[in-house]
């Protein structure tokens, strides 16, 4: 099974690159998805033989991250009448760029990690650090609030691959917890995010420093 | 004498097939979109057609005009006797071709850049400043590509590269080679300014990259420019097939087989790409490049690691 993990990394460390140089909303939701989908069935490959827990763990994390939170972003997307990340502060091209320094540098940096025996030659590292400053970079870098969404995302994306290092170690009420305060997390930034249009008439965070008592 | 009846082989399949690689494209496109569509041996006719007529040549016009297209022309065709079609059929071939390779398509954009240019029209030049500005970014990204083979194969020869050991790699290092495959794929979309990047359809002057520089060719030149244009997507076609299909059968029938099966399946793809997508806005067609350069910068990364 364990074959399979290294290929999916590299589907999801590509979906980074998607979601830092596309300005299509729609797509970074859709790339976001995936990768949060694909991750979600991680567990199933690091572990081979899983119970009960780690089976509701997966169908959790791949329906809340799969389905729910994209269905519940294209909602607002289409609430706030946005398609595009016009003009970031760093621009598209800068941005893939930084996201690949960033992921070769993560490739360095976990070589000089002491893992555990089985993780040390996979990917699991790399891919998690890379994935978290993708997710950083979206967050501090894009305008639109829909996109900074996305960015919070990516970053729990990448935390979550980090957890799966320790998923027999780590209690499932932690896990469950953890997705619940990113769905909570999520429908709060929607509901910000209608509440921003409906004062600014445009999503634009940057409006947010004109705001007076 | 497998080997020479090889390289005959390959000689005669580089000389004919690539026009029907064109054809090939245009049929499914048409299919998409349910024409008919031309026949699928419409681009042969075309240059039969053209090598007939006569030139018009305009008085502003140099020399170098009429090198553009015989020097495209010609690397185009000494590029396909680099690339070996299967695994050791390429009658030329050094220590060091992968460098030729490389640059002898860069010598044959330098001369179409200069013939169009050398018009004196101001739209020509537009289109030879576009299409050098993305062809610098996708000689990186190719380079990149073959560089991950260079370093599994430890040899800088291309039929070395892309010859019978490559296989062996594909269980060890797959990734790398998949992101390389994926890489050179958008490089051959735009080295043969195919969509995304091109539209070979359009005349509309404000969208077109390599078809504008070609506008003052006419008759024979313009065959050469054609088939020349029909080699490179050849060649291009033929290091992807290389890459994904480097399995032997041992039988020379069979392994030709494979290798005209894969080439035609390459020009399906890029019709099936060319029908299911809009050509990029030119803006975004550099960032489209990078990420071509990227993945194959990321192929090396998950080898040398």
Not at chain 2, 108 to 118: K, M, V
Request: charged share 10%; proline share 4%.
């Amino acid at each position: 099974m364990s074959q399979y993990i290294d290929p999916l990394l590299i589907v999801a460390l590509s979906l980074n690159f998607v979601a830092l140089g596309v300005s299509r909303i729609r797509a970074v939701i859709n790339a976001v998805a995936i990768q949060g989908m694909l991750l979600g069935f991680l567990p199933v490959l690091v572990h081979g033989q899983i119970r009960l827990r780690g089976m509701l763990l997966v169908a959790v994390t791949v329906l809340l991250k799969g389905i729910i939170i994209p269905r519940f972003l294209i909602h607002a997307m289409r609430e706030a009448n946005v398609q595009h990340e016009v003009k970031p502060v760093v621009n598209f091209m800068s941005s893939l760029l930084l996201g690949a320094v960033g992921t070769g540098l993560a490739m360095v940096f976990a070589s000089t990690l002491p893992l555990a025996e089985e993780h040390a030659g996979t990917l699991f590292v790399p891919a998690s650090l890379s994935t978290v400053w993708a997710g950083f970079l979206m967050l501090t870098t894009r305008k639109k609030a829909i996109m900074q969404v996305l960015g919070y995302l990516l970053l729990e994306n990448g935390i979550f691959l980090f957890g799966l290092l320790l998923l027999e170690a780590m209690p499932f009420l932690v896990e469950i917890g953890v997705l619940l305060d990113l769905f909570t997390c999520v429908f709060v930034m929607g509901i910000i995010i209608h509440h921003i249009n409906r004062e600014f008439t445009s999503i634009g965070t940057e409006q947010l420093t004109s705001l007076r008592e | 004498m497998t080997a020479i009846t090889n390289q005959i082989i390959h000689v005669l399949l580089a000389i004919t097939v690539p026009p029907l690689l064109l054809g090939v494209v245009a049929k499914t496109k048409a299919l998409f979109a349910g024409r008919v569509g031309p026949p699928l041996l419409q681009p042969y006719y075309d240059l039969i057609r053209l090598m007939q007529k006569g030139s018009v040549f305009s008085t502003t016009t140099t020399w170098v005009f009429r090198a553009g297209p015989v020097v495209a022309l010609v690397t185009a065709a000494l590029a396909a006797l680099l690339v070996p079609l299967t695994a050791d059929s390429a009658p030329l071939s050094f220590t060091g071709d992968l460098i030729l390779l490389a640059y002898l398509f860069g010598l044959g954009r330098f001369f179409t850049a200069l013939a169009a240019l050398d018009t004196g029209s101001s739209f020509e030049g537009m289109g030879a400043a576009r299409e050098v500005t993305f062809s610098c970014l996708a000689e990186p990204a190719f380079f990149m590509g073959l560089l991950v083979l260079v370093k599994l194969s430890g040899s800088l020869q291309l039929s070395v590269m892309l010859g019978s050991t490559l296989a062996a790699h594909w269980p060890t290092a797959g990734a790398s080679l998949a992101l390389v495959l994926i890489s050179w794929f958008i490089v051959l979309l735009a080295e043969n300014s195919r969509i995304p990047f091109d539209d070979p359809n359009t005349h509309l002057e404000l969208t077109m990259i390599h078809e504008v520089m070609v506008l003052d060719h006419s008759g024979p030149a313009y065959g050469m420019i054609l088939y020349g244009a029909a080699l490179k997507l050849f060649v291009f076609g033929t290091l992807i097939v290389r890459l994904a299909l480097p399995w032997e059968t041992g039988t020379l029938a069979a392994d030709w087989l494979i290798f005209g099966g894969g080439i035609l399946g390459v020009a399906v793809l890029i019709g099936i790409v060319e029908s299911s997508m809009a050509r990029l806005r030119l803006t975004h067609v550099p960032i489209l490049l990078v990420a071509a350069c990227l993945l194959s910068a990321f192929g090396i990364v998950l080898l040398v690691r």
